[in-house]
């Protein structure tokens, strides 16, 4: 079965780095583009990026834009976020997601927050 696993986040100062990884099984991944998501406390879930199957072509959300970065591996069958200059509104659960067959498959999510 289709699995994703987040691993990577934590408890970050203000203008701190993280990365992100998700871990992904059960279906081709090197087919499939990937996005990650967030959801913060009390609001809707949002896209933050996504990069296409073959990882040449990546967007962001505006209010990303030049701070985080996606990436993949498809020997590796792993997607990255690398974030940097973090904000406390960048806290939230973050979530990867792919399309396999039709379907939308989601990770449990990881915590990252940005606090001093």
């Known amino acids: 079965q289709v699995q994703l696993v987040e691993s990577g986040g934590g408890l970050v100062q203000p203008g701190g780095s993280l990365t992100l990884s998700c871990a992904a099984s059960?279906?081709?991944?090197?087919?499939?583009?990937m996005n990650w998501y967030r959801q913060a406390p009390g609001k809707e879930r949002e896209w933050v990026a996504g990069?296409?199957?073959?990882?040449?072509?990546?967007n962001y959300a505006g209010s990303v834009k030049g701070r985080f970065t996606i990436s993949r591996d498809n020997a590796q069958n792993t997607v990255y976020l690398q974030m940097n200059s973090l904000k406390p509104d960048d806290t939230a659960v973050y979530y990867c997601?792919?399309?396999?067959?039709?379907?939308?498959?989601w990770g449990q999510g990881t915590q990252v927050t940005v606090s001093s």
């Open positions: 997601k792919a399309r396999a067959w039709g379907t939308e498959y």
């Open positions: 990069i296409s199957s073959a990882g040449g072509s990546t």
């Open positions: 059960g279906f081709t991944f090197s087919s499939s583009p």
